[in-house]
């Protein structure tokens, strides 16, 4: 079992729609919390981040932690076609390497 | 400009060939990592440097070697190419961002086919 399970989707939605993504993990250890957006044929960028458990909210972005059910989210309000991209949660424990999913593709239609 | 780069950004080799993967960052960041993405795997962790000749495995380190004997370089070797290192490689450098997030920067990615 890998440490980190996220769906690989795709995931389809038309443009407005609110969506939602997530990952699980099994290492109690992990603290800080992330999500890449990467899009097509470039490098992932981090686009939210999160200690321990909490909401933390940027724009139309937020992110949820649960470390009881060890289970994050990233929803993303109103969403734009160019919101399409691959979604990659990771994570740590107190040091610097990170764990990924496997990510998201999310296609947003106009 | 300032940031990560990485040549070649395409790259089609031969089974049992030595091919070096360049990644230069501009902004003199200590840690610096390199991962391969492949379907259904994400991307996972093949080397890391905290520092210049400071360099450890990550969790997938085999066939692979690195140097780093100056801070903004961090090559990536692969010694004796084989198809199941076909894919496309990532460098990365960690810094805290101006919000306090421990966050690492990617560099463009250089996709790599070894026939």
């Known amino acids: 079992q890998k440490e980190v399970e996220q769906d690989p989707g795709p995931l389809s939605v038309p443009e407005g729609a609110i969506v939602s993504l997530n990952c699980t993990y099994s290492?109690?250890?992990?603290?800080?919390f992330m999500w890449y957006r990467q899009y097509s044929r470039k490098g992932p960028e981090l686009l939210m981040y999160?200690?321990?458990?909490g909401n933390k909210e940027d724009g139309r972005f937020t992110a949820q932690v649960d470390k009881s059910s060890k289970y994050i989210s990233l929803f993303i309000r109103d969403s734009q076609p160019s919101d399409s991209a691959t979604y990659l949660c990771?994570?740590?424990?107190?040091?610097?390497?990170?764990?990924f999913g496997s990510g998201t593709r999310l296609l947003v239609r106009p | 400009d300032a940031g990560i780069t990485q040549s070649p950004r395409y790259k089609i080799t031969e089974t049992g060939r030595q091919v070096t993967l360049m990644c230069h960052q501009t902004?003199?960041?200590?840690?610096m990592f390199w991962y391969r993405q492949d379907l259904g795997h994400g991307l996972r962790l093949i080397y890391y440097?905290?520092?210049?000749?400071?360099?450890d495995k990550g969790e997938v380190p085999d066939g692979y070697v690195v140097s780093r004997s100056k801070t903004e370089n961090f090559p990536l070797t692969l010694e004796s190419a084989t198809r199941s290192q076909t894919s496309v490689y990532f460098c990365?450098?960690?810094?805290?961002?101006?919000?306090?997030?421990?966050?690492?920067?990617f560099g463009p990615g250089t996709r790599l086919t070894v026939l």
């Open positions: 990365a450098s960690r810094a805290i961002d101006r919000g306090g997030a421990d966050t690492q920067y």
């Open positions: 290492n109690s250890a992990f603290q800080y």
């Open positions: 999160t200690y321990s458990s």
């Open positions: 990771a994570m740590s424990d107190s040091s610097y390497k990170l764990i």
């Open positions: 902004w003199s960041h200590s840690y």
């Open positions: 440097s905290a520092a210049a000749d400071i360099t």
